[in-house]
């Protein structure tokens, strides 16, 4: 058979569903291949934004996502949603074409080292220099993918290849099985256990990449020990249980924070180095339990005393069989931090000012949202009011990027997201500075008939950085825009555009959009002027003030 038929059937035979891109002449064979195969090609308007779904493609099943592009400045779209599903633990294969490696009659036109440009960005980058090798390389791209720690592996297939006659099959995916902790970690974090007085739980983004949630859910119930989530550990526990001890938005001085200085032990539940830390370790302070896939990597502010390497879920499993709720464990402190963080979090949520400010928008999305309703958040100060004030209520419902945390991979996330799960609802919550990013996929989005809400959160600025800028005194410079008009902008795709005029019309509009179906904008003014007053002074100071 043809090389590129070979490729495709290797790609089926890893279960691929959907292949994001934008082809080049370089991909033709590859995509006439794809024509008369199982596998469906979502054709996007950028090559950023496909690589941006199939990363979360990969985040919300475990199964690498696939996006496809050609050489040269295709490739170098690609760049930073590669980086984002690297950095991000979320299983992709990314292909791209090639000029003949035989002969190249053009020279070096569009010719660059595509394969050293992955290499730093990739676990597994590898050029296709005979047909034959096809069914080696899929295999090894999509194992690599897979594998704890997940990301990004990257293909190479010039036009020559792809051409070839080739006499070879698909490699069948092995069974395998994730290794459990060995028993002597898991009775020495027992004994850490049944000797601390204030344990707690902080639970990261390893723990949303499996299916760690009943057993977690079922450690807490048993025991009583509170939680903390990171950004991209929310809704691993349903963030409505009484002893979810906030978000650890911010670095430090929130409420979860007063939680964690006193916790003499902290059972950190799917850790990754690529958050930024929701606590710094200090030496002769509380003790840390790494409980993860992999070992930990230590730095400066993270140096765990004991691991469990392993299944997250066996590992918890472990404790919750060995463990029985101790007497002396107090956590009378800990529940009145989280009485005073829900008093916080209500405050602002029924403010009737307009534009709307970030609190009461953030509980109007919630009242919207089924427990099983996905909200994909681009990158912004929302963000951050989002990940504090949201209760997540099921894994992956809240898809955030604490990461790369890039600008632009709001709208295509939730489009994959949509794809993944189409009887659930999604809805893009989008900066204006964001969603210009990447605007041009609700093109996309109106041809696959997604039913999408969009929000625009617009305050015609880069409000993520003016926060940042005011914060450090610095003059208010050089971060103002001006937006189009996004009612007509929605229109012009055949989208349909709203511009909200008050603030109680929000949650009926919305509400009124998911019952249509079909894709939706709808320009939201949002108010961020407080945003140092409430976040770098106000709650600090609250926080600090509660007595133990």
Sequence with gaps: MKAADLMVKALENEGVQYVFGIPGEENLDLLESLSNSSIELVLTRHEQAAGFMAATYGRLTGKPGVCLSTLGPGATNLV???????????????????????????GQFQIIDVIDMMTPITKYTQPII?????????????????DERPGAAHLELSDDIAAEEVDATPITPSYSRRPITEHKSVDYVLKLLKEAKHPLIVIGAAANRKITAKMLRAFVDKTGIPFITTQMGKGVINEDHPRWLGNAAVSDGDY????????????????????????????????????????????????????????????????????EPQSHWDFEFMLKVREHMRDHTDEGAHDEAFPMLPQRLVEEVREVMPDDGIIALDNGIYKIWFARNYPARQPNTVLLDNALA?????????????????????????????????????????RMNLDLVVLILNDSAYGMIKWKQEHMGLHDFGLDFKNPDFIKYAEAYGANGYRLEATEKLQPLMRDCMEKGGVHIIDVPVDYSRNVELLNEEI???????QA
Aim: hydrophobic share 40%; glycine share 8%; aromatic share 4%.
């Design 540 to 546: 600090p100071k609250r926080a600090k003030a509660i």
């Design 256 to 323: 979860p924070h007063r939680a964690i200085e006193q916790a003499d032990l902290i059972l950190n539940v799917g850790h990754d180095v690529v958050e930024k830390p929701p606590f710094m370790m200090k030496p002769d302070q509380r003790k840390v339990v790494h409980i993860n896939f992999q070992g930990a990597q230590v730095d400066s502010v993270y140096f765990p005393h004991a691991s469990m390497i392993g299944d997250i879920g066996n590992s918890i499993w472990q404790l919750k069989e060995g463990i």
């Design 406 to 446: 890039s600008m632009g991979a709001g709208l295509p996330s939730a489009m994959a997201a949509k794809l993944v799960h189409p009887n659930r609802k999604v809805v893009s919550i989008c900066g204006d500075g964001g969603f210009m990013m990447n605007s041009q996929e609700i093109e996309t989005a109106v």
């Design 80 to 106: 930073t949603s590669v980086a984002y599903a690297q950095l991000g633990a979320m299983p992709m294969v990314v292909i791209t074409g090639q000029k003949p490696i035989k002969d190249r009659p053009q």
């Design 130 to 146: 005979s047909a034959k090798t096809i069914p080696s390389h899929v295999r090894e791209a999509f194992r690599r993918a897979e």
